[in-house]
């Protein structure tokens, strides 16, 4: 019941930022929601959720199809695949040129990336490519700042971590249309 009610809570804030038209995350919503969800992808250490029984009675599969990589959205629990597709959206929601917010968000993320668990940094992977999906052009702002944390990971011990970080690197080219090998020196 605890996993179900936190499913929940993070499907309607998801919801909430993709059909923000009022203005609900503004800067004080944006700052109070960051710090929970980062706390969320950092629990990710392999050890199933309590109340795993109760995930089946949340699937969304719009929510799902933000992590396009069948493997690592079966490897990841589901409050953290809610997590991502609710931080996603927060960048979205946050409006063009909204450099302000994608900052921190960006780095908060960045920094899971050096998580203990091999779970947490490929959620932090997993949020961060789906962040570049989101902007797409504007995500070229902060694109300087993830690589040298993109280029640690290229050196990872979990080998998922090491191939979705290649591939989150040929997103980041296909965005930016530059070869990004000669950065990551």
């Excluded at 250490?45 to 933000?66: C, F, H, R, W, Y």
């Excluded at 091999?118 to 052009?137: G, K, N």
Aim: proline share 4%.
């Amino acid at each position: 019941a605890a996993l179900l009610l936190r499913v929940l809570v993070l499907k309607s804030l998801t919801r909430c930022c993709i059909y923000d038209t009022s203005g609900f995350l503004d800067e004080h919503h944006f700052s109070k929601l960051l710090d929970p969800l980062i706390e969320i992808m950092k629990s990710q250490n392999g050890e199933p959720e309590d109340d795993q029984k109760d995930s089946a009675l949340v699937t969304d599969a719009a929510i799902d199809d933000m992590i396009p990589s069948p493997e690592v959205r079966a490897s990841l629990g589901v409050l953290a695949r809610y997590a991502i597709a609710c931080i996603s959206q927060m960048a979205t929601a946050s409006g063009s040129n909204s450099e302000s917010r994608w900052r921190p968000l960006h780095h908060a993320v960045l920094m899971v990336t050096r998580a203990s668990h091999a779970d947490a940094r490929l959620a932090a992977l997993e949020t961060t490519m789906a962040i570049c999906d989101a902007l797409q052009e504007e995500y070229l702002t902060l694109l300087p700042e993830a690589l040298p944390f993109l280029s640690e990971l290229l050196e990872d011990e979990d080998p998922r971590v090491e191939k979705r970080t290649v591939e989150v690197l040929k997103k980041m080219e296909d965005v930016s249309g530059e070869d990004l090998k000669q950065y990551l020196q």
